[in-house]
């Protein structure tokens, strides 16, 4: 089935060790975006893809880096992750044409420590 | 900035009973309305979304909303609440180009 796919599903890193996590999608949407999701809040938008355009919310810290290197994948980029990072962080995509329309994948546990 | 709230924090309701999880959005132009579940270390899955026409909107696994443009309301309900429905759900807002925002989320617990 097309879908957006991440991994890890479960990602343990080190007090300011850098950490990549992956996400991947067959459905061939334009956008795609990174939400973090801290314990018991709502999913927070950090940044997101128009194709190759890169929108940065204003309120993401510099930490927080992102890259797309084509339609399918996108990667978020943690240079150097803290205690207050830790986090469910969520990729989702969508049509230019159906903004609407938001596919979610299962989400990358981050654990700091 | 569009916002969206969502009155309850926690919900606890008994197996079979009727649940009605409120949401409010703010917004002065037209909007497209949506209402995810999340289990537990879980991604969001769209239970339902509103985006013009009938403003009964029915979803998977029996949930339902409704669009209330003068209260600017989108209420989720369900008839009769299963252990399974227990999760958090979050309602969520689209205006003009703007990405997804969500509301806070409620926690329903089913009661067995």
């Known amino acids: 089935d097309a879908m957006v796919i991440q991994n890890p599903r479960y990602q343990v890193t080190q007090f300011g060790k850098p950490v990549t996590l992956s996400c991947s999608q067959t459905?061939?949407?334009?956008?795609m975006y990174w939400y973090q999701q801290k314990s018991s809040q709502a999913p927070k938008l950090l940044f997101h893809?128009?194709?190759?355009?890169?929108?940065n919310e204003a309120d993401t810290p510099d930490n927080f880096q992102s890259r797309r290197p084509n339609t399918s994948f996108c990667f978020l980029d943690i240079r150097s992750p803290g205690l207050g990072d830790a986090a469910m962080y969520l990729c989702?995509?969508?049509?230019?044409?159906?903004?609407?329309?938001?596919?979610f994948g299962s989400g990358t546990r981050l654990t700091v420590v | 900035a569009q916002s969206v709230t969502q009155l309850d924090s926690q919900v606890p309701v008994f197996e079979e009973a009727p649940v009605e999880l409120r949401c409010n959005y703010s917004s002065s132009v037209s909007v497209y309305l949506f209402w995810y579940v999340q289990y537990p270390n879980q991604g969001l899955q769209l239970l339902l979304k509103y985006l013009s026409g009938s403003t009964l909107v029915k979803g998977i696994n029996g949930f339902e909303a409704e669009f209330n443009k003068s209260q600017t309301s989108f209420h989720l309900r369900k008839p009769s609440v299963h252990i399974s429905d227990t999760a958090e759900y979050f309602c969520a807002v689209i205006s003009g180009n703007t990405p997804l925002v969500f509301g806070k989320g409620t926690r329903l617990s089913v009661i067995a």
């Open positions: 459905l061939n949407h334009n956008v």
């Open positions: 989702a995509t969508s049509r230019v044409s159906g903004l609407v329309s938001y596919t």
């Open positions: 893809y128009y194709d190759k355009d890169f929108n």
